[in-house]
């Protein structure tokens, strides 16, 4: 964790004189690493950074579980760069690129924190700074992720009145250079930290509060620590909201990658408030979360004056040239609103374009649709868009405990620990790539008209698909809405000569299988610093997830419950068993391919012979060949 509170590494200063070593031992210790080429440092320096593997940031994983990111990725604390940058002032430059090169800043204090070290001017009381210092540390800050709080509540903690969201403007006016921003924006609290995000904050709380408390203005503050009752420092002030500090003009960079995410109750940002949008210029990649945007910032993205008439700074700005609509790549809406956006899309679109969005009012996801209807619309308007993703989301149905009892006791299935062990502690678990060959079979049997194991599961229960059912629909209404998207958008490119867009819909990651983390965040930063310098690819991390009709053939196990005790695995619903549930027409006029996977697949392993015997069907090399691809993922994911 970046620690902005060591006293040395506050703005530009210099490790002291007296940080060598003095004893003769230790001196000739630090004359021998003096000695080696700093290009050997460099590469020492690099092997101090959190390790990032970019196939460890893709989702789902093999076995739809999130990689331990503390543990194989932030793996080595910031301090030991720290230690460097204090050892010489030879080596102080090199270290200091590499601490700050990108901050992850997961509480407020670590914002409020990093936005004094960066800042000459430290006014507490008015919560901003007056000038910005060039510093050498400010210079090598190449991404960054901050989270601030907003609260309609003027009761604040005194303590959490520092991190107000102005603090995001001292940051952004500080550092010049940034190419990737993660601006994260949650609810304040409303207490030092009994509803703290997490224990580090309030970790942190306790180490800082002799220095704060001693620092504090009106001491009469520390003895109501509990509230703060100024009703001057009301945190939804429209010109206090975090993204309008980024649309300032006191922000100097020139963002090539942005993730936005605010929560549901935090109010969109007013265009009116910004005074300059010049910051989101040069985007190629934006990541929206959470909030569905306003329609003033996807006209804006857009280059669309039209859709934001009530916004004349927004027709200004795209008559500057400064919207980002000629250069953006990709964009991605994450987070619970794309399910909205995309289910119900097709009916919508069609009745759209007859009436205004007025008649629509009705309906609970009429602004979802509209923001997505807008962007189709104005497809032409995004010529180098190549990528447009969309998440989505499926509860997960309840195991159907009591049919697997009854075909258990019938015979229909048998338990299979000995082929498939379970987990050490009982637990159940999603499948994995190990499981390719069974569904392989299963798939097969499914294709060629076997419906033996379905007859069997009928007898026992004749009503037992009524279970699954719901879930089916859905997952065909978002595959609807897919193609619908798809034909419309497209449609238009190519009627105007551009390229098709590649449209994806992929799980939703916030989602009970994944933790957010500085992993996620090292990963879009280092793709987005590379793609900048022309050296590495962008689409990484969140921008490598694969769809999820793709995934029913390549990794079909993934949303199955493997139940060795039951010799089956149950489909989950959380992604969906059918790739095609509408028959959707390929461009050339033809059937698209389908692949679906039974609700429930037996587990059972096929005597080699027999399934190289069926292999050799009319698609058995493209089974063969699937294979091949599982176990390269799967070695892939635990090399």
């Not at 790549?329 to 289910?343: A, K, P, V, Y």
């Not at 590649?502 to 280092?526: H, K, M, P």
């Not at 012979?609 to 058995?620: H, L, V």
Request: hydrophobic content about 35%; overall charge negative; proline content about 5%.
């Amino acid at each position: 964790m970046l620690n902005t509170s060591t006293a040395p590494l506050q703005g530009d200063a210099g490790p002291a004189d007296d940080i060598a070593a003095t004893t003769p031992g230790a001196q000739h210790a630090a004359s021998t690493q003096l000695s080696l080429p700093l290009e050997i440092w460099h590469r020492i320096i690099n092997l101090l950074l959190p390790t990032n593997r970019p196939e460890h940031n893709v989702y789902p994983q093999p076995n739809f579980k999130s990689v331990n990111h503390r543990a194989e990725c932030i793996r080595t604390s910031h301090r030991d760069l720290a230690a460097l940058a204090l050892c010489c002032r030879q080596l102080h430059p090199l270290a200091t690129q590499a601490l700050y090169a990108a901050p992850f800043l997961s509480t407020p204090r670590k914002v409020s924190r990093l936005a004094r070290s960066l800042s000459r001017n430290d006014d507490e009381d008015e919560g901003k700074a007056q000038g910005a210092q060039t510093c050498l540390s400010a210079q090598a800050v190449r991404a960054l992720h901050v989270k601030c709080q907003l609260t309609g509540d003027t009761k604040q903690s005194t303590k959490v009145k520092r991190a107000r969201a102005s603090d995001v403007g001292v940051l952004l006016s500080c550092v010049d250079d940034i190419r990737y921003l993660s601006l994260e924006i949650s609810e304040g609290r409303k207490s030092k930290y009994d509803d703290a995000e997490d224990a580090e904050d309030a970790d942190e709380y306790e180490a800082d509060k002799d220095h704060d408390d001693h620092n504090d203005d009106d001491k009469a503050d520390d003895d109501s620590d509990e509230y703060d009752d100024d009703a001057d420092n009301e945190e939804h002030d429209e010109d206090n909201h975090p993204f309008i500090h980024l649309l300032s003009t006191s922000t100097k960079c020139r963002l090539r990658g942005l993730r936005y995410r605010a929560e549901k109750d935090i109010p969109n940002a007013s265009l009116a408030r910004a005074t300059s949008f010049a910051p989101l210029s040069r985007l190629t990649h934006l990541e929206l979360a959470r909030k569905l945007p306003s329609q003033d910032l996807i006209a804006f993205v857009l280059g669309a004056p039209r859709l934001a008439p009530s916004q004349p700074k927004v027709a200004e700005a795209i008559a500057a040239g400064l919207s980002p609509n000629s250069t953006l790549e990709c964009l991605r809406f994450s987070d619970s609103m794309g399910t909205l956006m995309i289910r119900g899309f097709a009916e919508y679109a069609a009745e759209r374009q007859f009436s205004g969005p007025e008649a629509f009012s009705f309906r609970h996801d009429a602004a979802a649709l509209e923001v997505l209807y807008s962007l189709t619309t104005h497809s032409t308007n995004l010529p180098r868009l190549r990528l447009l993703i969309i998440e989505v989301r499926s509860g997960v149905i309840d195991m159907p405990l009591e049919l697997l009892k009854q075909l258990k006791r019938s015979r229909v299935l048998k338990k299979a620990y000995t082929d498939f062990p379970p987990l050490a502690d009982g637990s159940d678990e999603y499948g994995d790539s190990s499981l390719a060959s069974v569904f392989s079979a299963s798939m097969r049997d499914h294709a060629s008209g076997d419906r033996s194991l379905e007859a069997a599961i009928s007898a026992v229960d004749p009503s037992w698909q009524d279970h699954f059912r719901a879930t089916d629909e859905y997952w065909r209404q978002v595959h609807q809405g897919k193609h619908a998207l798809q034909r419309l958008w497209n449609d238009a490119r190519v009627r105007a000569g551009l390229a098709p867009t590649e449209i994806r819909l992929v799980a939703d990651r916030f989602g009970d299988y994944w933790d957010e983390s500085e992993c996620n965040f090292r990963c879009q930063a280092t793709g987005v610093d590379g793609a900048a310098q022309g050296g590495g690819p962008s689409d990484v991390g969140v921008w490598a997830d694969a769809d999820v009709f793709e995934l029913v053939e390549t990794q079909p196990w993934l949303s199955y419950f493997q139940l060795a005790r039951y010799g089956c695995c149950s489909w989950s619903g959380a992604l969906p068993r059918d790739s095609n549930p509408n028959v959707s027409v390929t461009d050339d006029g033809g059937e698209a391919r389908r692949i679906v996977v039974p609700q429930i697949v037996k587990l059972e392993r096929r005597p080699l012979d027999e399934q190289e015997g069926q292999d050799g069907g009319e698609d058995g090399g493209g089974l063969k060949r699937q294979r091949t691809e599982e176990n390269a993922v799967q070695e892939a994911g635990t090399s």
